[in-house]
């Protein structure tokens, strides 16, 4: 069940914008590009980039890969402040801490935190904000965010290139925003819907199987009759542990018949 009003405001994937602060590389926008349009979103703003045309660029253009529609609508501020009007909860993303600025939280809990928030209010905004290459987001920057948001990686080593961190905060953002839509997290296909064959065995069936496998088993001389020992025990729990479909339990009464069809023409 999804947890989002149905007909409320825009969708949840609409009210995200992901926003890159004084971008120099062309190829990192591109780049974000691909990763904001993998995740399912489609707004990207950038701020005061140090290229006038960088959307344009032959290396944004190459490494966006199918996403330049995304690239295309990127809409170009002159500062922070205007990018983020009319954001009702945007996050600064930086791997350096900060001993004033707003409530930290890590990119799980961002993720968490926006899609309540985009629960709860039908028209909030989200904005994730991710600073320059070379030194990322600066105190004032991040002053105009309400929650400062840090990427758990290695304390020795934790500096990310920005087109990497954003992807993995499209992803978490994703990951919530699907979970609270109650939609599968997996692709599925037509192949794997339910069929009478796929369904949990009933207990006959797999008693039968048993039957029929220890019948095999003699007839290989696997097991002796006269001393079986723990061994039926143990086959019965391999079975019974792994759920058998009415498909594996067709499958195995076969490769019975076989074993028994095999030694009767030994023997």
Request: glycine share 6%; charged share 20%.
């Amino acid at each position: 069940m999804s947890l989002f009003p149905v007909g409320d405001g825009a969708p949840p994937f609409e009210r995200i914008e992901f926003i890159m602060v004084q971008p120099s590389h062309p190829g990192n926008v591109g780049a974000a590009a691909r990763a904001i349009k993998t995740m399912g979103f489609q707004k990207l703003s950038l701020v005061a980039p140090r290229h006038e045309d960088i959307i344009n660029q032959p290396e944004a253009q190459a490494l966006a890969s199918g996403a330049t529609d995304v690239l295309a609508g990127a809409r170009v501020h002159p500062t922070l402040s205007e990018a983020l009007a009319g954001t009702t909860l945007a996050f600064a993303l930086t791997a350096r801490p900060r001993d004033l600025g707003p409530l930290v939280c890590d990119i799980r809990q961002a993720a968490d935190a926006g899609r309540a928030h985009l629960a709860e209010h039908v028209d909030g905004r989200i904005a994730v904000v991710l600073g320059t290459e070379r030194s990322g987001l600066t105190n004032h920057d991040i002053a105009l965010c309400q929650r400062i948001c840090h990427i758990p990686a290695n304390p020795q080593y934790s500096s990310l290139n920005v087109a990497q961190a954003l992807q993995l905060a499209a992803w978490e953002l994703r990951y919530a925003l699907v979970s609270g839509l109650g939609e599968p997290l997996v692709p599925r296909t037509d192949k794997q819907a339910a069929t009478a064959g796929s369904l949990p065995a009933p207990n006959e069936k797999v008693q039968a199987l048993m039957a029929h496998w220890q019948e095999a088993l003699v007839s290989i001389e696997f097991l002796d009759p006269a001393h079986p020992k723990k061994l039926m025990p143990r086959m019965r729990h391999l079975f019974t542990r792994n759920q058998l479909s009415q498909d594996e339990v067709d499958m195995m009464r076969g490769v019975c018949t076989a074993m028994i069809r095999a030694a009767n023409r030994r023997g």
